[in-house]
């Protein structure tokens, strides 16, 4: 009943941008958190960065001061600026919404993007 489509992964040399999107569709009251993740080869999910419905933001210690975290409400896409990236920044990165759908209900579920390929070279 959510769709969740990420876009914008790449190949890119050390010290380059790229800026990943998210788009959340369906059946959407309103979208709580929106965040990125990234999972390396071998390594466990972690997150990125997220932001709130108000625009708060939670950024991951690694790419602190590199990457940048915005959403558009209206639309309900979530972007992720990236600068300043480095090898170990390669991994696929996952989009997750906490989608409340319904307005008279407060639950809220998670939802998750496939994933787009982000790969640094040295």
């Known amino acids: 009943q959510v769709q969740v489509v990420e876009s914008g992964g790449g190949l890119v040399q050390a010290g380059g941008s790229l800026r990943l999107s998210c788009a959340a569709s369906?059946?959407?009251?309103?979208?709580?958190?929106m965040g990125w993740y990234r999972q390396a080869a071998g390594k466990q999910r972690e997150l990125v960065a997220d932001?709130?419905?108000?625009?708060?933001?939670t950024y991951a210690d690694p790419v602190k001061g590199r990457f940048t975290i915005s959403r558009d409400n209206a639309k309900n896409i979530v972007y992720l600026q990236m600068n300043g990236l480095k090898p170990e920044d390669t991994a696929i990165y996952y989009c997750?919404?906490?989608?409340?759908?319904?307005?008279?209900?407060?639950?809220?579920?998670?939802?998750w993007g496939q994933g787009t390929q982000v790969t640094v070279s040295s």
């Open positions: 932001i709130t419905l108000g625009g708060m933001t």
């Open positions: 997750n919404a906490l989608v409340r759908s319904m307005w008279n209900s407060p639950t809220s579920n998670s939802y």
């Open positions: 369906g059946i959407i009251f309103s979208i709580n958190a």
